[in-house]
């Protein structure tokens, strides 16, 4: 973290923000906060986390980069 109000301490929280309202959220209302709830639920645990590949993590998906630094064989 460096000092106060500066845009760099929040990228990574925005950056998902980002991608979560561009896949997901685009032109779409939700009825009830429970739907959203498992909309979102289900975007970061079916896509988000095992699918979507990051060029942060060396273009691989979150839950491959976690297996691989876990010490997991994994085949891509």
């Not at 500066?6 to 979560?20: I, Y």
């Not at 986390?49 to 994994?74: C, D, K, T, W």
């Amino acid at each position: 973290m460096s000092r106060r109000g500066n845009c760099w301490n929040n990228a990574v929280a925005e950056s998902f923000f980002g991608t979560l309202k561009a896949d997901l959220m685009q032109e779409r209302d939700f009825e009830t906060r429970i739907e959203a709830i498992v909309a979102i639920t289900e975007y970061v645990e079916s896509f988000y986390n095992p699918q979507l590949r990051h060029s942060s993590l060396g273009y691989v998906s979150p839950l491959m980069f976690e297996l691989q630094h876990a010490g997991a064989r994994i085949e891509a």
